[in-house]
């Protein structure tokens, strides 16, 4: 049984340790608040740099944090793992100063393929749906 769980959390290692060798998102200054088997949560406030010409947050960093809150969990089997595929729904807008958290929960892993959904809030608000697909990538 203990090597099992060394197991789990020498993967949860691995993912923490892509997060903070992740140079975009420490640039856009995300923090990773949680990181289990199969779950993660990121956080990232807004800045003047992420609004469109809406004056609202532009869809692709709210999308840059769902991905990053998937690749966390979905690596954090300790085996590096890639997206598949993904899309998100975007429910709400958001503006400057604003603090998102990405929740990212695993669905389903069968053999090398996963399916994860992480939710992005502000607040209570929920403002995106994402679904990853992941693909473990083979050792090389």
Same mark, same amino acid.
């Given at each position: 049984m203990a090597a099992s769980v060394d &197991?789990?959390?020498d993967g949860?290692?691995? &993912?923490? #340790?892509?997060?903070?060798?992740?140079?975009?998102? &420490? #640039? @856009?200054?995300? #923090?990773l608040l949680r990181s289990e088997i199969g779950v993660s949560e990121v956080s990232m406030r807004v800045t003047e740099e992420?609004?469109? %010409?809406?004056?609202? $947050?532009?869809g692709g960093f709210v999308f840059t944090l769902a991905d990053t809150a998937f690749a966390v969990a979905c690596n954090s089997y300790g085996r590096t793992t890639v997206a598949g595929g993904a899309s998100i729904d975007f429910l &709400?807008?958001?503006?400057? %100063?604003d603090e998102l958290v990405a929740t990212a929960v695993e669905r389903v892993r069968c053999?090398?393929? %996963?399916?994860?959904?992480? $939710?992005v809030r502000c607040g209570e608000v929920v403002v995106a749906e994402?679904? %990853?697909?992941?693909?473990? @990538?083979?050792?090389?």
């Open positions: &197991a789990m959390s949860v290692d691995f &993912a923490r #340790k892509m997060f903070f060798d992740d140079p975009a998102s &420490a #640039k @856009l200054g995300m #923090k992420m609004i469109n %010409g809406h004056d609202i $947050t532009h &709400a807008s958001t503006r400057i %100063g053999g090398r393929n %996963g399916i994860y959904d992480v $939710t994402f679904r %990853g697909r992941s693909r473990e @990538l083979r050792d090389s």
